[in-house]
């Protein structure tokens, strides 16, 4: 039985893996990532969900720290605390639909980010908590093979 969340999330859902089920690892969150989990649906994802008025799934919530480590994750992600989610639209909707909506909340105070950012082109859009960082808006690109995170100029 899934455990709603939000009216359109589950704690299942942030906590789904890919990776973690073809490695068999577990991708289990304690009480406070869980709170932390909630606190993401409901400052963050609940509203742009609908504020866009289109599905958005859930690509990468949660990580333990063996699927992070799996999934070639930085050891400070938020992800590890349940505070970021990788996300992508549905519905016929494109990324940079999703993150243009994201970012015109951002600018308009509707909600306040961590982090915003357009990865590889817009292959997922990635959100967070604002904890360390406040709006932080970006792209994430490969520059001479590696990751690299530039302020995202919007157009």
Known sequence: MATNLSKNFTLEELCRSEKADSLGLKNIPNATEKGELAKLVNDILQKVRDKCGFPIKVNSGFRSEKVNKAVGGSSTSQHRKGQAADIVALGGHTNKELFDVIYKMIMNKEITVGQLINEYNYSWV??????????????????????????????
């Open 126 to 155: 990635h959100v967070s908590l604002p904890y360390s960082k406040k709006n932080d808006i970006l792209d994430a690109i490969t520059k001479g093979g590696k990751r690299c995170y530039i302020k995202h100029l919007q157009k």
